[in-house]
């Protein structure tokens, strides 16, 4: 089963607002990360936030990570019409730092 | 540096016929892995490993087999294609070592049918 199950599933927005994508997961992490996939292409990762961090940016992204709850999530202000694409977190697992599991994904559609 | 390249980009097989996804990945990364991306269900890890000689199965291992003889290379065998096999595969790859910050790379994939 999968680790991460974003929420939510698709979600369209106008330029210039922002989006917001929640990522819940079941096991103890060492590190949550996103990424973000353009239509047909590889993934690229965003940010990494450990396990003992609570907040994380860079650029228009704001990441948090709340270990009690089990959930991060990712803040793309000020969005912009190229950052439709689709987003996934993926989460090292405690029990294997090897293993990245990764969630099913958000489709986000910026509108011009 | 070109990264994670994988060949074919397409693929179209028969049911029952066996075939190789490539990968190969020029940074010196200790660790690759495959992952299949189907709609709706993200991706989700076949085989890693973790340095020359060392493969180890993920959550959907099933019908494929992998191989580590050399640090660049890592192919993905499918012995007896099915048609579940239709997907999109990723290949990926991190340092363990030195400079780690936790990202995967990925190669572009490898779209495969099975008729």
């Known amino acids: 089963s999968q680790q991460g199950e974003e929420d939510p599933q698709a979600l369209s927005i106008q330029e210039g607002e922002n989006a917001t994508m929640n990522c819940s997961y079941k096991?103890?992490?060492?590190?949550l990360q996103w990424y973000r996939q353009n239509s047909g292409r590889g993934l690229v990762h965003l940010i990494l936030?450990?396990?003992?961090?609570r907040e994380k940016h860079s650029g228009r992204l704001r990441v948090t990570l709340d270990t009690s709850k089990k959930s991060s999530s990712l803040l793309i202000t000020a969005s912009r019409a190229a950052d439709t694409a689709s987003y996934f977190c993926?989460?090292?697992?405690?029990?294997?730092?090897?293993?990245?599991?990764f969630g099913s994904g958000t489709r986000l559609l910026v509108r011009p | 540096n070109a990264g994670v390249t994988q060949t074919p980009k397409f693929q179209v097989l028969k049911t029952g016929q066996s075939m190789t996804l490539q990968c190969a990945q020029d940074?010196?990364?200790?660790?690759m892995s495959w992952y299949r991306q189907d709609p709706g269900m993200g991706l989700r890890l076949i085989h890693y490993?973790?340095?020359?000689?060392?493969?180890d199965q993920g959550e959907v291992p099933n019908g494929y087999n992998v191989s580590r003889s050399t640090t660049e290379d890592f192919p993905l065998r499918l012995l007896s294609a099915a048609p579940s096999q239709t997907s999109v595969y990723f290949c990926?790859?991190?340092?363990?070592?030195?400079?780690?910050?936790?990202?995967?790379?990925f190669g572009e994939g490898s779209r495969l049918t099975v008729l």
């Open positions: 993926a989460t090292h697992r405690a029990d294997s730092s090897y293993k990245l599991i």
């Open positions: 096991t103890s992490i060492n590190n």
């Open positions: 936030i450990r396990s003992n961090e």
């Open positions: 940074m010196n990364h200790e660790y």
């Open positions: 490993s973790v340095g020359a000689g060392i493969t």
């Open positions: 990926a790859s991190i340092p363990l070592s030195g400079t780690n910050t936790g990202e995967l790379f």
